[in-house]
Each structure stands twice: as C-alpha cells, then as structure tokens.
C-alpha cells in the first residue's frame, strides 16, 4: 500500500486540475457561468449534449439548461438541445427519460445511431476490413457507435448555432475512458477536474433523482458484453481512481494499472502530433 503522494502522481492531479475537497454549489455556480460566458463570447445560441441517463451526463446536462437560462437573463438568445442517441432500443431508456425529465432542457431530440453504424461496419467489411475475432469487431464497432453519437451532435450544433459540451471528468480523463474523436470530440467540458464521486456530489446538490446519481456506470458500448461495467472494463474501481486523483493512499496494483493506462493513453489527452518546426 502506497503511504504517500509521489512525484508522478502530484504531477497527474495538477495535470488534471483536481481539488482534494470542493464546495459543491460553488462548483456549480463556477461551471454554468463558464458555459454561459462561452456562449456569449463565442456569438453562439445553443448547447448541445446527448443525454445517457448516466449521473454524468445527467448533471451536464442540468448546468447546460441552467446556464442557458441564465444567458436568456442577460438578453442572449440560446437554447439547450438534449440529444437522445441510442444504438437501437436502449436497455435503460426509462433512465435516460427520467434524467431528460430532471434536467428540463428548451429541446429534447432523437436519432438512433444503429442504421448509420451498421451501415458503415457493413461498408469497412466490404471494403476488405477484417477482424482477429468477434471480440475485436465489437470493441471497433463500439468506437464507431460514439463516432456516429458525435456526428449527430454537431449536426445539430451546426444547424443550431450551438457548441457541443461533453461528459468527460478527471476519472475518465485519467484513465483515457472515451473514444478518441467520439465521447471525446466536444468544444466544451464543464466537468473537467471533478472526480466521479464530486460528480455525484454536484448531482444531489442540484437535486437529482438518487437513482441515477448511484448508478452503476457503463458505457455500454460492445453488443457482446451489453451493460459492461466501467470498473470491469478498468481493471479499477472509481474509488480507487479518485483516491488517487485526491492524494490518498491506493494498493499497489491499482497504482500500477491507473499509472500506466495514463501513461499509456497520453495520445487521447493531446491535440494531433505534427512535425517540428523547421
């Protein structure tokens, strides 16, 4: 068991923004500021966001409704568009709907992803892509089941006028959970520097549903593993995760694997690599 914080993991907190300890109503007033301040200096009249039914989305979700509200105070036009976004029939969709019923956004769209991603695996495969087993097919089609979730949402960004806000907090963000240019590819990320548990935290102070707050997260991804839990998929659970980002002691295994999926997923944490200048 790990006594004390080390070089390297001080460097991942600070690089993630992380505080020990928050104020979650100030966190909340912070963040629906920022959004709202983006949307005013960027000229732009909606956010944009799909709606899982998970706890974070789920309080994304309600700061994006409360701080276009608070534009529409401060005489700006804009809209907040929840976006629906199923791979097919969703198998919580009655939590999805009871977080679309807590968060109260302007617009609530649907598009089921499932044509468009089937029809581009069925092109790869046509086109000669193959596959070292099924397994491997369904972790790729996954990333394309939140690539498509992401083309849908700048296409309403761009007929809207809207930025599109992502989900990822420092937990995903540690660990490189998201797909490189799906979950991962927004213009804005409120929940940056929270752990999982201080998303929960912002969760009940903003008076969400318990339910959705406690629930166990998956993405949800992979039809051969359907409702795969995050902390199976990890290795980890998110307490060990957010004992690390908070500065406490972790056994050495979990130390170990939360130190190298960092390292190993740098590459989603960076803009694209380009050649030194000449």
Do not use: W
Not at 50 to 75: F, N
Not at 118 to 127: A, T, V
Not at 171 to 183: I, N, P, R, S
Not at 219 to 235: K, M, N, V
Request: net charge negative.
């Amino acid at each position: 068991m790990a006594t004390e914080v080390d070089t390297e993991q001080q460097e991942i907190i600070e690089a993630l923004a992380v505080q020990a300890v928050i104020d979650p109503q100030q966190e909340i007033d912070r963040r629906v500021g920022f959004l709202c301040d983006q949307l005013i200096e960027t000229g732009q009249h909606a956010l944009v966001l799909g709606i899982s039914g998970g706890v974070d989305s789920t309080v994304a979700g309600r700061l994006c409704q409360l701080a276009v509200e608070r534009a529409r105070e401060r005489g700006v036009e804009a809209r907040f568009y929840a976006m629906r976004l199923p791979y097919g029939e969703q198998k919580d969709e009655d939590e999805a709907q009871q977080a679309i019923r807590f968060i109260a956004p302007d617009e609530v769209l649907a598009t089921n992803v499932k044509p468009a991603s089937d029809s581009m695996l069925d092109s790869l495969e046509k086109g000669g892509l193959t596959f070292d087993s099924d397994g491997q097919r369904d972790f790729v089609m996954g990333n394309v089941k939140a690539r498509q979730r992401m083309i849908a949402q700048y296409a309403v960004a761009g007929a809207q006028g809207g930025l599109v806000v992502g989900t990822d907090q420092a937990a995903e963000a540690l660990m490189g959970f998201f797909t490189k240019y799906g979950d991962g590819a927004c213009d804005l990320v409120p929940l940056t520097g929270l752990t999982k548990g201080q998303v929960r935290e912002l969760g009940r102070e903003l008076g969400a549903p318990s339910q959705l707050i406690e629930k166990v997260p998956t993405a949800d991804l992979e039809s051969l593993r359907p409702q795969l839990t995050d902390e199976d998929a990890l290795g980890v659970t998110y307490a060990q995760i957010d004992r690390f980002l908070t500065g406490q002691a972790i056994d050495d295994e979990a130390y170990r694997i939360i130190v190298s999926t960092y390292r190993r997923t740098e590459h989603k944490r960076q803009l694209p690599k380009m050649p030194p200048v000449a």
